[in-house]
């Protein structure tokens, strides 16, 4: 299975940016989904998680800016009043967790990460 991020690059902070995922297999075949992310320096820490029903997790960083959805083809990831803090690498992953879960080891697929960088 392949997952590509795309939808990555500068954004000033207080702005707004979309990323998505596509998949080699079909996305709804995906219990779990997510997005985690690696600020530079630091090691990857989770974003924000959907399972098959459309429920979500949200870590609390990103609570009320961050909204994480899924149609057909693509997970998206819409970022809204980024913070310079979100300047990381993005990564989309997929696992067979029937709930959403923000737990990295649930994820057995992973895409290689989008560039976000917030100034």
């Known amino acids: 299975v392949q997952l590509v991020e795309s939808g990555g690059g500068s954004v000033q902070a207080g702005g707004s940016l979309r990323l998505s995922c596509s998949s080699s297999?079909?996305?709804?075949?995906?219990?779990?989904m997510a997005w985690f992310r690696q600020p530079p320096g630091k090691e990857r820490e989770a974003v924000a998680s959907?399972?098959?029903?459309?429920n979500t997790l949200y870590a609390d960083s990103v609570k009320g800016r961050f909204a994480i959805s899924k149609d057909r083809a693509f997970l998206y990831l819409n970022m809204n009043d980024v913070k310079r803090e979100d300047t990381g690498v993005y990564y989309c992953?997929?696992?067979?967790?029937?709930?959403?879960?923000?737990?990295?080891?649930?994820?057995?697929?992973w895409g290689q990460g989008t560039q976000v960088t917030v100034s």
């Open positions: 992953a997929a696992g067979s967790s029937l709930s959403a879960t923000l737990v990295p080891v649930a994820y057995n697929f």
């Open positions: 297999r079909y996305i709804a075949g995906f219990h779990s």
């Open positions: 959907i399972d098959s029903d459309g």
